[in-house]
């Protein structure tokens, strides 16, 4: 044998192994063996807790990782329920999402879960599940991360962002998650009351602290407060370890809630010890200080509840009050609270209205007590709204005023008036034509140029000054001083006559009489309503000697008096008697339309005329309609 032969000898290649037969050297099943080994070895050398779950839902392997993370041995923990060993069956959703990635339905599942070693403690991990790489099998490859430090870190960026830094308290997102929470609980009928109670509070003069004694005193003060209100709930039952919340929602307001009250009076006591705490003296930083607050209490049925709504009554009930003088705590009340949304309504839709044409006027009528006769009109607006019918001006006049369309609307009444003045003046001429009283707001003088309105409508309209009487109340008169009295001034001496209406009511300064250009008196219909005799009683004599003494007084000073809510003639008879000039109310008719003032005006221009003036005659001593 050669040289060449005999290294070639000694170089044969290994005896080949089965599968090397069967298949042949650098088949696929090669390099998918040696994948397999890799990936064994890594699967138990990895961090990362792991297990193989077959299509049953048992382990199939499990690595060192996942033991020690679970207080076990690997091979003790083949063949358990992974479910089982992972929490995943606690929950519905998540069971039924497991499922479905066991029946390869579904790629991938991850969740969190809170699980418990078995040294005591617990951790937070975050399980997944998804397909063995390269498996045909159908197992799952099992994952679970200790997610516990994540967990801590985010609850303590929860805590920061939910707790208010100056008091500690929970704040407002917290407040509102806690209260959605609570309502979404009890629509689902959960045991327990199914109601739900707010005391909303706001601190009454913090601002004054504020702006003399500096923000830090008043940081502290709200420090103080928070305690004292947290104390309240803790004795009351209701501290934020149970089912209810203190909260600071934000400047000086603070917020009680009260899952599963039992009533109105449960909420009550509860503001009730809550006042008392403020209001007793806090001593911060070496001085003393008394404040006190403004309480509003809700306490309803959760079921039909948002919490948008509540918090509108709580803070409606609030504002309540406050208005009502503060220092106090005020129980919602719906009547109360349907006539301010009737009054929002009202406010929302009152400008529009005037444009379109929503309002009408009608009439009431002046007359002379002496002769029967009808001297005058007070006109009187209506609005008829859409939704809520004919409102009398009781109802919107108040809104018009606080909003500034009492300018709009009182330019629109007064121009309709002296048209229909006018119109009656031209249809039934007359000797003693019938004047129209049109009331006007204090913002109409102060907010627009009543002078130069009146001036325009009466050269508009062709009415004279004289028959257009202007009435404005003694609160809006008295004391008027600048332009409030120069309009007047100049109303007057254009001709216009001016009213001074319910009179007696407001200051009732006599002084002024003298200086204001007024031409009548109108006296309230209170003075008037003590002159009826009720059933088994007499009048009051005290009332008769007022009104006479009041109509003396005007007469010397060259003003007529007309009395306001005439309901008798018993009544109409002793104003008379004391020599009131003209009455006003339902004895003689209540407000009625133009078409039957035009009717009373006819019958008054027959009877002038006699009987050959070929008009009806009006039997009725009074123009009653």
């Not at 003296?281 to 948008?308: K, N």
């Amino acid at each position: 044998m050669t040289q060449r032969h005999s290294e070639l000898a000694t170089t044969a290649p290994p005896a080949r192994t089965d599968h090397q037969a069967a298949y042949g050297p650098g088949h696929p099943a090669d390099h998918q063996a040696g994948h397999r080994a890799d990936y064994r070895a890594a699967f138990n050398a990895a961090h990362l807790p792991m297990a193989v779950v077959d299509r049953t839902g048992h382990i199939a392997d499990a690595n060192q990782a996942l033991a020690e993370l679970l207080g076990s041995e690997a091979h003790v923990l083949a063949g358990q329920c992974a479910a089982d060993l992972v929490d995943l069956a606690s929950e519905a959703r998540t069971w039924q999402a497991y499922q479905e990635v066991l029946r390869g339905r579904q790629a991938r599942l991850r969740c969190t879960r809170r699980l418990k070693h078995p040294d005591g403690h617990s951790l937070w991990t975050e399980i997944t599940l998804g397909p063995v790489p390269g498996s045909d099998t159908g197992d799952v490859l099992l994952s679970v991360a200790d997610i516990s430090d994540r967990r801590d870190l985010q609850a303590r960026l929860r805590h920061l962002q939910m707790h208010d830094p100056v008091t500690r308290l929970p704040n407002r997102a917290l407040f509102f998650e806690r209260l959605s929470a609570a309502l979404e609980a009890s629509s689902y009928g959960q045991s327990g009351t199914g109601r739900i109670g707010l005391c909303y509070l706001d601190l009454d003069g913090f601002k004054a602290v504020n702006d003399t004694l500096g923000h830090r005193v008043g940081d502290r003060l709200l420090t103080a407060v928070a305690g004292r209100l947290t104390q309240c709930a803790d004795q009351s039952g209701y501290g934020r370890t149970g089912g209810h919340l203190v909260a600071r929602l934000g400047g000086d307001e603070f917020a009680l809630l009260v899952e599963e009250s039992t009533g109105t009076e449960q909420l009550a006591d509860l503001a009730r010890s809550v006042l008392a705490a403020v209001q007793e003296p806090f001593d911060l930083a070496g001085q003393r200080l008394s404040v006190s607050a403004s309480i509003g209490v809700v306490e309803r049925m959760a079921a039909g509840t948002s919490a948008t709504g509540l918090m509108q009554a709580a803070d409606t009930t609030l504002y309540w009050a406050k208005a009502d003088g503060k220092a106090r705590w005020t129980l919602f009340d719906p009547e109360r609270n349907a006539h301010r949304m009737t009054r929002q309504a009202l406010s929302s839709t009152l400008r529009p209205a005037v444009e379109r044409g929503e309002f009408n006027v009608e009439y009431q009528p002046l007359v002379d007590l002496e002769s029967g006769a009808v001297r005058g009109v007070e006109a009187l607006v209506r609005w008829n709204h859409p939704q809520f019918g004919t409102l009398t001006p009781n109802r919107f006049i108040g809104i018009a005023e606080e909003d500034g369309s009492i300018v709009q609307l009182g330019r629109w009444v007064l121009r309709t008036a002296c048209r229909q003045a006018r119109r009656w003046q031209i249809e039934q001429p007359s000797d003693s034509p019938v004047f129209v009283s049109v009331n006007v707001a204090v913002r109409q003088v102060w907010d627009s140029d009543l002078v130069g309105d009146v001036a325009e409508i009466l050269a508009e309209t062709g009415l004279a000054p004289q028959l257009l009487q202007l009435e404005l109340t003694e609160s809006a008169v008295m004391g008027s001083a600048g332009r409030p009295l120069q309009a007047l001034q100049a109303l007057s001496d254009m001709g216009v006559r001016i009213a001074i209406d319910d009179f007696g009511t407001g200051y009732s300064n006599l002084a002024y009489l003298s200086r204001l250009p007024v031409s009548v008196l109108k006296l309230d219909g209170s003075f008037v309503r003590g002159f009826r005799y009720e059933e088994g009683s007499h009048p009051n004599p005290a009332d008769e000697t007022i009104v006479e003494a009041l109509v003396q007084l005007a007469h010397r000073l060259g003003l007529t008096v007309t009395a306001e809510c005439v309901e008798t003639a018993g009544q109409a008879a002793r104003l008379k008697r004391v020599g009131c000039d003209t009455g006003q109310g339902w004895l003689y008719s209540r407000a009625v339309a133009p078409e039957a003032i035009a009717a009373i005006i006819s019958r008054q221009v027959a009877e002038a005329a006699g009987p050959g003036s070929g008009q009806p005659e009006g039997p009725a001593p009074h123009p009653q309609v």
